[in-house]
């Protein structure tokens, strides 16, 4: 009975000092300046949206040519997709990562990052939508 207690202690005191270890860790993730720029944050952010819309229309039509041209799974596909807007902005996975989580905890910051991307949303729709009527006049 008493190795049972002994080894329970021992769990318990190792489970803390993990988490205590894990609090330092994200302390310091979350405080520490992203290395990708607010202007870098709204590029990023705008293309990783344009990714979302078209995965939204054509995900499967997207999936099933990559696995069947590039014989990639599902997962493989849509990891190769959101990096290559990656290695577009020449910035890593894990950058932008980092920058979120910094963000998340900078929620003032966040939110005036997505306001001018929510700005340049509306004006790349603004921009279709003219040349769109445009179109339909001329042609």
Sequence with gaps: MKNIIVIFVLFVVLLVSCKTERDKIHDIQSTSEPEISERQMVDLLIDLHFVDA????FQKDFIEASQTRLHLSKDNALKSLYGSVFKKHGISQREFYQALRYYSFHQEELLSIYEKVIDR????????QLAIKKLKEHG
């Design 54 to 57: 078209y995965l939204g229309n």
């Design 121 to 128: 949303l509306n004006m790349k729709k603004d921009s279709v």
